[in-house]
């Protein structure tokens, strides 16, 4: 039996090397040809450009997203013998960073509308934290799919805790909220740049960004060694640098962001236009939010007969994420999680399904995903 033709992919990085195939193979002979190829120009502009974008004084490449959380987690000061709060609905890597350290992750539930932290669950551990766990010292609030957090409620219980505050933005590159843009309300935030972001590289790399010029000069000698002067570790350090040639990529891809979030806002729209008053709905805004869409986030109590007929029809579609951390083999029974225990995530779990979006879509692939979607929504 043949397979279906896939005619529109769910992701597509290649598309974007070859939309701008003529820039980025300029910046990537400028930085073969420097002779430099860590830590140098390339490095050093993009952390000006990235942290003049983001509008904080400072921002630190480092090797990819889940070291860039680390490193954040390293310069405040968070390891063993305490316990960093975030949610079971996130990809791994978020929880991986947290036990890099020596922490140990508290899992929380989700809003089911808008798949972010549950800001109520948050105020209720930090004020009387489940037994038997190490304090709370820090909370990592994941922007996920392009939405942000409730930041206004997650920020005012944090703050009467005295606990630090990290944004993973790892899939929200330019989404706002109440006006302000993701990453510049905590006491820093950690980005991952993979290939599939909405700002992403052509291989591993991540940044970080904070308002502290201090916190900052910490976490790059950590990222390297240490080192303060080479080959002198000041600090125990680890080695994670974000290498000369995704820096010059980066470095073109920058510019291009903004461009990129609206294309993603609009096939969203035509989204939302072939579910219009169907069984399935599209996924919400939040209130004083600027979505960037880096995924476009359906659910059904029978997704995976949706996911089938999507693909029959030629589109393509994901699952982010199908098993709640709580629940992976490396975590299940030995990962603690709030007093909702998880219930949201789980569900969410079974039910979500991601539909291609990416700038480089056509309309005519568009236009293809939305008649597979009037086709299935209409049953």
């Avoid at 910046?27 to 860590?38: D, E, N, P």
């Avoid at 006006?179 to 591993?204: C, E, I, Q």
């Amino acid at each position: 039996m043949d397979m279906p033709v896939i005619t529109v992919p769910q992701a597509d990085p290649g598309a974007a090397y070859r939309a701008h195939q003529p820039a980025i193979d300029a910046a990537l002979q400028r930085a073969l040809s420097s002779g430099w190829y860590i830590l140098g120009a390339e490095g050093a502009a993009f952390e000006r450009e990235f942290a003049e974008w983001l509008g904080l004084p400072r921002a630190v490449g480092c090797a990819n997203g889940t070291d860039a959380l680390m490193l954040v987690l390293r310069g405040l000061g968070i390891g063993p013998g305490m316990t960093v709060a975030t949610v079971s609905h996130t990809a791994v890597a978020t929880v991986a960073a947290i036990e890099m350290v020596g922490a140990t992750p508290l899992l929380l539930d989700i809003d089911p509308d808008t798949y972010t932290m549950d800001p109520d669950e948050l105020a209720a551990v930090l004020e009387d934290p489940p037994p038997g766990l190490p304090p709370i010292r820090a909370v990592i609030p994941v922007h996920l799919y392009g939405q942000a957090c409730a930041m206004g409620p997650i920020m005012e219980a944090c703050r009467a805790a005295g606990v630090f505050v990290i944004e993973d933005c790892a899939q929200a590159h330019g989404a706002t909220i109440d006006g302000r843009v993701v990453g510049t309300m905590g006491d820093a935030a950690a980005f991952s740049l993979y290939p599939t972001k909405n700002l992403g590289a052509l291989g591993d790399a991540g940044i970080l960004a904070c308002a502290d010029p201090e916190l900052a000069d910490r976490i790059a000698a950590v990222r390297q060694y240490g080192w303060k002067h080479r080959y002198l570790s000041d600090s125990i350090g680890v080695n994670s640098r974000l290498d000369e040639v995704q820096a010059a990529v980066l470095r073109v891809r920058l510019p291009l962001l903004a461009a990129g979030n609206a294309r993603r806002a609009a096939i969203a729209d035509a989204y939302d236009a072939a579910l219009a008053g169907s069984r399935i709905l599209p996924p919400l805004r939040r209130a004083g939010a600027g979505h960037v869409f880096h995924q476009y986030v359906i659910r059904s109590d029978d997704r995976d007969e949706m996911a089938a007929r999507l693909r029959a029809l030629g589109v393509g579609s994901g699952i982010h994420y199908p098993v709640p951390v709580h629940l992976q083999g490396a975590y299940v029974g030995r990962t603690p999680v709030g007093p909702a225990g998880c219930a949201e995530t789980e569900v969410a779990s079974r039910e979500v399904l991601s539909l291609p979006i990416f700038p480089e879509l056509s309309d005519a692939q568009v236009e293809t995903v939305c008649s597979a979607l009037r086709i299935v929504a209409a049953d």
